[in-house]
């Protein structure tokens, strides 16, 4: 066998089923590989990272939840969207121990905007925004656990 075929083939079906159950068993959300020039990203389910989608109007639509908003939530509560853990893992605000956080209340953000890290296995998953807004408020403390659909930072999409 030559030296090319002894690599691991991530495209094999039944390497890719070894990282589903791996999935399962370790209740991870997404992997996400690289080898060479080729890679793999596979994830469960299909809950959103984000509870709705940015749009000219936010407040007229509101934002997809599983959770019903206490009556005594006011107005502008109501139009906050969430960006919620996509696994379970460990919260980090920022890249490093040094670094400046991603995100600080007040910050303005876009969709792709990298707004934390949740590291899960000794991976270091970037958590995109999902969403376009105000940072609000950061809901989790720097190294804290936090759970799959955990919130972790509330945006307001009209400010």
């Known amino acids: 066998m030559s030296a090319a075929k002894k690599t691991v083939d991530l495209f094999d079906v039944k390497k890719v089923r070894q990282l589903i159950e791996l999935m399962e068993e370790h209740d991870l959300a997404e992997i996400d590989l690289k ?5 793999v990203r596979i994830k469960r389910g299909g809950e959103v990272v984000a509870m709705a989608a ?9 934002a997809a939840s599983s959770e019903t908003p206490p ?14 853990s996509p696994m379970v ?13 991603f995100v600080k209340v007040g910050d303005r953000i876009g969709p792709d905007k990298t ?12 958590i995109p925004a999902g969403v376009s807004g105000q940072v609000v408020a950061i809901l989790v403390e720097n190294g804290a656990p936090v759970e799959f659909g955990q919130p972790l930072i509330k945006v307001d999409p009209g400010a």
């Open 35 to 39: 080898q060479g020039d080729h890679g």
């Open 54 to 62: 940015p749009s000219a109007k936010p407040a007229a639509r509101p």
């Open 71 to 84: 009556a005594t939530e006011s107005a502008a509560d109501a139009r906050m969207l969430v960006v919620k």
């Open 89 to 101: 893992g460990t919260f980090y605000r920022a890249s490093g121990p040094d670094a400046a956080p």
């Open 115 to 126: 707004v934390c890290i949740v590291e899960a296995m000794k991976v270091f998953n970037e």
